[in-house]
């Protein structure tokens, strides 16, 4: 059996390349599919309160975080420790959870679909490249939101 170590020794840059945006991608829609869960279920199980809320200026800081990501993403990628990665997923945090908290108690069964196929998407997308049975950040994100759906329904 061969260790993950030894199998990104014989990647090539690229594939590494490759692999870290993948890697960081899973873990932003990990991040936002966790927040938005965390707050999908406060709204749904009367913990918090159902009416829709927006920051002002709300699709600014999303799209700042945005940009913020996509900056990190290029330090990532070019070297950069782990630290981009981090500062990254707070800030996914916050698009997660103000996404969510932007729309109504009401139409809460409908952004917990929306959350499980983000959440599909990303433990898939990480397995599928690494080629490994490692866990991955983003899938354990996932299981911990089947989770907190499980207990809404």
Known sequence: MTG???ILAHK???ELSI?????FLGVFIGAVTFTGSVVAFGKLAGKVDGKAKKLPGGHFLNAGATLLSLVLLVLYVNGADTWPLLVMTLAAFFIG???I?????????VVVSMLNSYAGDAPW?????CRCNNRCIPETLE???TRLHAKIA
């Open 143 to 145: 299981i911990e939101c």
């Open 12 to 14: 090539e840059p690229v």
């Open 97 to 99: 959870y103000h996404l």
């Open 19 to 23: 692999m870290k945006v993948e890697v």
């Open 101 to 109: 908290t932007g729309i109504g108690g009401a139409d809460m069964p």
């Open 4 to 6: 993950f170590a030894a």
């Open 125 to 129: 997308r990480c397995h599928w490249r």
